[in-house]
Nanobody
Framework: QVQLVESGGGLVQAGGSLRLSCAAS????????MGWYRQVPGKQRELVAA???????NYADSVKGRFTISRDNAKNTVYLQMNILKPEDTAVYYC?????????WGQGTQVTVSS
């Protein structure tokens, strides 16, 4: 089982930056993939960025060039650096770990971008 705790959300003006952190309860080097999703009321949760064990990454088109996902295996932590934030990035951001055919989720952290 994997427990995930997100932090780093908050209120920021458009054009600003935030860094989200996701701390895992176990080592992450062998977790198949870890990622960040986001959700706004009335819409489905969507993938923002993901990183797999080999280090490859993929991003939603809407965040390419602005967001960067990274992992620190020594700290069992995954990060999402978000730059040039836009009001449409406003959402609850969830950390995800896909491990041994199961998906694990954090409790979510709110990101609000004001115009």
């Amino acid at each position: 089982q994997v427990q995930l705790v997100e932090s780093g959300g908050g209120l920021v003006q458009a054009g600003g930056s935030l860094r989200l952190s996701c701390a895992a309860s176990r080592v992450i080097f062998n977790i198949n993939s870890m990622g960040w999703y986001r959700q706004v009321p009335g819409k489905q949760r969507e993938l923002v960025a993901a990183i797999i064990t080999g280090g490859s990454t993929n991003y939603a088109d809407s965040v390419k060039g602005r967001f960067t996902i990274s992992r620190d295996n020594a700290k069992n932590t995954v990060y999402l650096q978000m730059n040039i934030l836009k009001p449409e990035d406003t959402a609850v951001y969830y950390c995800n770990a896909h491990y041994l055919h199961f998906d694990y989720w954090g409790q979510g952290t709110q990101v609000t971008v004001s115009s």
